[in-house]
């Protein structure tokens, strides 16, 4: 499976984005897809999940009732829409595909494909 994440950006604080994540060369619908998010000297944090069957939904708490993710099943995409920004969000970005069991859906070990990082710059 490729992933390919676009969308980001530079933003002021208290502005939105919308990133988006289009996976090809796998059966979409297989997997539960994921936005991570990684600083420099920092270790790769867990943002956002949706199950496979788009039923259920994780976060990471600071980004609860502030990011959305979704995914279309028939475009093979997952979005994660961003509303007000704080400039702790700014990181690269990357999404990525997995068959995660509960324990492990917020954990880099359920995944196992990756895109290759979108930057998410927030100004204050």
């Known amino acids: 499976v490729q992933l390919q994440a676009s969308g980001g950006g530079l933003v002021q604080a208290g502005g939105s984005l919308r990133l988006s994540c289009a996976a090809s060369?796998?059966?979409?619908?297989?997997?539960?897809m994921a936005w991570f998010r990684q600083v420099p000297g920092k270790e790769r944090e867990f943002v956002a999940a949706?199950?496979?069957?788009?039923?259920?939904?994780y976060y990471l708490e600071s980004v609860r009732g502030r990011f959305t993710i979704s995914r279309d099943g028939a475009k093979n995409t997952v979005d994660l829409r961003m509303n007000s920004l704080e400039p702790e969000d700014t990181a690269v970005y990357y999404c990525?595909?997995?068959?995660?069991?509960?324990?492990?859906?917020?954990?880099?070990?359920?995944?196992?494909?990756w895109g290759q990082g979108t930057l998410v710059t927030v100004s204050s």
């Open positions: 060369g796998g059966t979409f619908s297989r997997y539960s």
């Open positions: 949706v199950r496979s069957s788009g039923g259920h939904t």
């Open positions: 990525a595909a997995g068959t995660p069991i509960l324990s492990n859906i917020r954990q880099r070990s359920g995944y196992y494909y």
